[in-house]
């Protein structure tokens, strides 16, 4: 027999053994199997596919309601804390000083003596004064004596002018002016304290020598302190006394302190802007000096209002993005005041309407948006 009828005789035979044909069959099955799932796959992800492409497409936006509500107008400024009662206290006359009470921090009352200037002169100017009057008022009674029988005929005033000549002549009357300025001057050696206060930037110290007109001390009112402000004349028309502020210093923002309107400067500066003076209700750790800020609320009438982020600038003119139905429609606006987080909007909108807050910047009319949120999202 051919060797090649033998390979095809056992080729043959190995075809036909039972393991080969359940190989085959498993194998044309896996085949089948694979390609019905591939197409199930695809048949099940095609619909979700274009659904997701669909939701990428929108826009995805925050909104917030278009409210009508009274509206908070707030009016922001800073400035410098001030005493009601608060005065620098120089000496009127020179001296020793005999008496110093006065330090930095102390708290006095009313008509307390704080310093003592040495009177010695001024009581030397007013015992010899007084010696000099006493010699001039005698010397003055014996001219009188010589004038009695001319004055007896003289109208009252006359007799008056003729007395008034022989004082003068006499010494009396400029003696009676050393006296008189004599113990002004003494009073003047005793310095009291104006009204009860705090002593500040005390300058002198006991045996100090002082000059007239020299700064000796600052006293100020602590429970009656007020800040100082500027706002524009805009707003000046808004105030009243008696508004309800809050004042904060600088210094420690955390804290804050209830004040009301009390003054309205009426006169407006070369910048624009009128001085107000808020009174402190209660003024705790704050001292004169102290830079604040202050924040006074307004209540105004109801008011249609919307977050400030829904406004959008196109072409100069204020747009705000109402969703509905899914897309975004644009509306001019007309604004009105705002209070730093909402905005007045006095005409182009209606209450209840969905304002668009995120995400406007680049809208268009009609563009498809969906809310949700952006971080999320993102």
């Not at 095609?46 to 997701?52: A, C, H, V, Y």
């Not at 007395?163 to 003047?188: C, D, M, R, T, V």
Request: a neutral charge.
């Amino acid at each position: 027999m051919p060797i090649h009828s033998t390979v095809a005789k056992n080729s043959f035979n190995l075809l036909h053994t039972p393991w080969v044909y359940v190989l085959t069959t498993l194998c044309v099955l896996v085949s089948f199997s694979c390609n019905d799932t591939n197409a199930s796959n695809e048949d099940t992800e095609l619909p979700f596919l274009k659904s997701q492409q669909s939701d990428t497409s929108k826009t995805i936006v925050k909104t917030a309601l278009a409210t009508e509500a009274p509206f908070n107008y707030i009016i922001q400024s800073s400035g410098k804390i001030r005493s009601l009662h608060e005065r620098i206290v120089t000496s009127e006359i020179g001296g020793s000083l005999l008496v110093c009470n006065a330090f930095t921090g102390k708290m006095v009352l009313s008509n307390e003596i704080i310093l003592k200037v040495d009177p010695t002169l001024i009581q030397y100017r007013l015992k010899k004064a007084e010696l000099s009057l006493f010699n001039n008022e005698k010397e003055y009674q014996s001219q009188l004596l010589g004038y009695e029988s001319l004055l007896k005929d003289k109208p009252t005033a006359e007799a008056e002018n003729i007395k008034k000549k022989l004082k003068i002549s006499s010494g009396l009357l400029p003696a009676e002016q050393e006296i008189s300025e004599a113990q002004y001057e003494l009073k003047k050696t005793v310095i009291r304290a104006p009204f009860a206060g705090v002593l500040s930037d005390v300058k002198v110290e006991a045996g100090q020598q002082i000059r007239s007109d020299q700064q000796l001390f600052r006293i100020y009112d602590p429970y009656n302190l007020l800040l100082e402000i500027k706002v524009l004349e805009a707003d000046l028309f808004l105030l009243k006394t008696g508004a309800v502020a809050e004042v904060s210093p600088l210094a420690d923002s955390t804290k804050r302190y209830q004040a009301r309107v009390a003054e309205i400067n009426p006169y407006i500066d070369e910048n624009g802007m009128a001085l107000i003076k808020l009174k402190l209700s209660k003024t705790g750790v704050i001292y004169p000096g102290m830079n604040c800020t202050a924040t006074i609320k307004i209540v105004s009438n109801r008011s249609l209002t919307v977050p400030r982020e829904a406004i959008v600038m196109h072409s100069d003119r204020p747009v705000v993005f109402s969703m509905e139905k899914g897309a975004a429609n644009w509306n001019y606006v007309t604004l009105g005041r705002t209070n730093g987080k909402e905005v007045e909007v006095l005409s182009g909108l209606k209450p209840g309407v969905k304002v668009i807050t995120t995400n406007n910047l680049q809208l268009a009319h009609h563009a498809p948006v969906k809310e949700g949120s952006i971080d999320t999202e993102n």
